[in-house]
T-cell receptor, first 114, second 111 residues
Framework: GAVVSQHPSWVICKSGTSVKIECRSLDFQATTMFWYRQFPKQSLMLMATSNEGSKATYEQGVEKDKFLINHASLTLSTLTVTSAHPEDSSFYIC??????????FGDGTRLSIL | RKEVEQDPGPFNVPEGATVAFNCTYSNSASQSFFWYRQDCRKEPKLLMSVYSSGNEDGRFTAQLNKASQYVSLLIRDSQPSDSATYLCAVTSGGSNYKLTFGKGTLLTVNP
């Protein structure tokens, strides 16, 4: 069964809108979650590591003020794409760090900015 | 050199064929290795973890060669339902399973 719930699955917004994506752990208290982005025909690229109760760790080249991450509880991490533009259109996916077990991914959110 | 490189593909094979996917990684400190399957417009789903001794799950066999920094996946008797993109993923070390993915190889198995 699903261990990670991601919402929404599809978003279409006008340029300049801020979009919030939620990632919920359904059966595990996740102190660490990961946010990835995947452009068409490209690999998944890690954007940031979300840490419960502390600041996220961003990968090189990812703007922390553009992609706001909040991990306020052990079951929820959110990614907010602020003032989104067409170049932010992508597939955003979260995953859980379950310690010794491989990562499980959320269903992903397909973001389209017009 | 990219951290994780895979065969560019795509692979188009007839049903019943044996297919091999190759993956090389650049970080010699990598500790864990995985193959994920990704269907079009879907999230990646774990297919197999790859162990140093090699492991098999039904029609799927994974091999790891740490000396050559090489990971492989073999699919025997491929089925149309195996059609997907196969992603090689490697951890960058540590216990937090920070994964680096290859670009993936698209497989189409024709009935």
């Amino acid at each position: 069964g699903a261990v990670v719930s991601q919402h929404p699955s599809w978003v279409i917004c006008k340029s300049g809108t801020s979009v919030k994506i939620e990632c919920r752990s359904l059966d595990f208290q996740a102190t660490t979650m990961f946010w990835y982005r995947q452009f068409p025909k490209q690999s998944l690229m890690l954007m940031a590591t979300s840490n419960e109760g502390s600041k996220a760790t961003y990968e090189q080249g990812v703007e922390k003020d553009k992609f706001l991450i909040n991990h306020a509880s052990l079951t929820l991490s959110t990614l907010t794409v602020t003032s989104a533009h067409p170049e932010d259109s992508s597939f955003y996916i979260c995953s859980l760090d379950r310690g010794s077990q491989p990562q499980h991914f959320g269903d992903g959110t397909r973001l389209s900015i017009l | 050199r990219k951290e994780v490189e895979q065969d560019p593909g795509p692979f188009n094979v007839p049903e019943g064929a044996t297919v091999a996917f190759n993956c090389t990684y650049s970080n010699s400190a990598s500790q864990s290795f995985f193959w994920y399957r990704q269907d079009c417009r879907k999230e990646p789903k774990l297919l197999m973890s790859v162990y140093s001794s090699g492991n098999e799950d039904g029609r799927f066999t994974a091999q790891l060669n740490k000396a050559s920094q090489y990971v492989s996946l073999l699919i025997r008797d491929s089925q149309p339902s195996d059609s997907a993109t196969y992603l090689c993923a490697v951890t960058s070390g540590g216990s937090n399973y920070k994964l680096t993915f290859g670009k993936g190889t698209l497989l189409t198995v024709n009935p």
